[in-house]
């Protein structure tokens, strides 16, 4: 199963002429989640990915930079004849927003599920899991872990054979975790199956400064994409503002043993470059996407998450990639 995240909005609280609001979007399969829609959104999205039906969105908290683009996103699916209702996800006050919203927004044709969300209640896509939980800022606000299910271990073919089992479809029933009849009675999966092996982890935490719960959410992640407003000297603002130095951030992914820290919401008045080196000073696996960078996921046996520059883009440029 694919798993990617597009990065659709790097910047910080005002765009720049490289650099969107916040906006990630999440690719496992053939769902497709967004975290946060920032002002233009939908402009990213057409430039990428194409402006595709989203499986639901996550609003990390009700600052502007983090919805703005919402209204112009509904309206467009509105505009397309989009059919399947959808879900949109937030912290307390989520209802409340698109009430003064309503004059803008409307009734779309296709339905809204307005769905308020704290710490811990997990929305359940099957195999996967969207979990929220309690970040740091100045107002209430939503981190969010995807989460895969467990998969099952390795099948072992050899010792089904030995236990009387014949090649075939006794094979896919054990593999999917029923006993079938062997030479001395029932064979259970738990004999010819090893341990399950763990799915992957995707934490977006929004605006934030370094928190124990984001550590928690965080532990032996795939992809941790963090709030990296500040540089080190900048540690009083980025505590006065709720926000996170690249520094703490890096410090933060170290002791949650990820195994890739991607910062955002970077402020334009800093040199990208200089706050990525910093960061790898304490956790040399980070990187700094820029829109329409692409971090792919593969399973854990397969290999490390691989940042691909401008691997989102509609017309990549030339010499992207790596």
């Not at 502007?64 to 937030?90: C, F, N, T, V």
């Amino acid at each position: 199963m694919d798993l990617d995240v597009i990065f659709l909005g790097t910047g910080g609280s005002v765009p720049s002429a490289r650099r969107n609001t916040a906006a990630v979007l999440a690719r496992r399969g053939g769902d497709r989640i967004l975290f946060d829609c920032g002002e233009g959104t939908q402009r990213q999205m057409q430039r990428s990915v194409g402006l595709i039906n989203l499986d639901a969105i996550f609003i990390t908290h009700l600052h502007a930079d983090h919805y703005l683009g919402l209204p112009g996103l509904i309206k467009s699916y509105e505009m397309q004849d989009r059919e399947e209702r959808l879900a949109i996800y937030g912290p307390p006050g989520l209802r409340a927003l698109f009430a003064a919203l309503g004059r803008i927004v409307g009734k779309p044709r296709y339905g809204l599920d307005l769905v308020e969300l704290n710490r811990g209640e997990s929305v359940d896509f099957g195999d996967y899991e969207v979990e929220p939980f309690d970040v740091s800022h100045r107002i209430v606000a939503n981190g969010y872990a995807l989460r895969e299910d467990p998969r099952p271990g390795r099948f072992d073919p050899d010792a089904a054979r030995a236990l009387g089992v014949e090649p075939g479809p006794a094979f896919g029933e054990l593999q999917h975790g029923r006993a079938v009849p062997g030479r001395d009675g029932p064979v259970e999966p738990g004999q010819v199956m090893g341990v399950d092996r763990p799915g992957r982890t995707v934490v977006i935490t929004g605006d934030t400064e370094p928190c124990e719960e984001t550590e928690l959410a965080a532990e032996g992640a795939d992809l941790l994409v963090h709030d990296g407003s500040f540089a080190a000297d900048e540690a009083d603002r980025a505590a006065e503002t709720g926000h996170s130095t690249a520094l703490a951030a890096a410090a933060l992914a170290a002791a949650a043993d990820v195994a890739m820290l991607a910062l955002v919401h970077i402020s334009s008045r800093h040199f990208v470059p200089d706050i990525l080196a910093e960061a790898r000073s304490a956790f040399a696996a980070t990187v700094a996407p820029r829109d329409f960078d692409l971090i792919a996921i593969p399973l854990p046996e397969r290999g490390e998450p691989e940042l691909v520059a401008g691997g989102a883009r509609a017309d990549p440029p030339a010499g992207a990639g790596g």
